[in-house]
Nanobody
Framework: QMRLVESGGGLVQPGGSLRLSCATS????????IGWFRQAPGKEREGVAC????????YYADSVKGRFAISRDNAKRAGYLQMDSLKPEDTAVYYC??????????????????WGQGTQVTVSS
């Protein structure tokens, strides 16, 4: 079993930045891809970014490409999502999730093994 806890959300003005963290405990993170998802009110949960287990391959949704950066630190058992140039449409609850032996070829909620409880990100002036 793995427990995931997100932090770093909050209220930020358009154009601002936030850095989300995903702290894990329990099973080692080494063999899990880390995915970040978000869900806005009335919308389905969507994949935002992913980083694989092996070579650190990353994937980004088109809507965040060039603005968000995903990273991981296996020694600290953590994942991160740096979000820059934030827009109001980025407002959502952000979740981290892990996928055993994941390659990030596909980022789908169905393939993830463990989930955090989410952290609210609000982009508003």
């Amino acid at each position: 079993q793995m427990r995931l806890v997100e932090s770093g959300g909050g209220l930020v003005q358009p154009g601002g930045s936030l850095r989300l963290s995903c702290a894990t405990s329990g099973t080692s993170l080494d063999y899990y891809a880390i995915g970040w998802f978000r869900q806005a009110p009335g919308k389905e949960r969507e994949g935002v970014a992913c980083i694989s287990t092996d070579d650190g391959t990353t994937y980004y949704a088109d809507s965040v490409k060039g603005r968000f950066a995903i990273s991981r630190d296996n020694a600290k058992r953590a994942g991160y999502l740096q979000m820059d140039s934030l827009k109001p449409e980025d407002t959502a609850v952000y979740y981290c999730a892990t996928d055993l032996f994941g390659t990030c070829a596909v980022l789908s909620t169905d393939q993830m093994n463990f989930w955090g409880q989410g952290t609210q990100v609000t982009v508003s002036s």
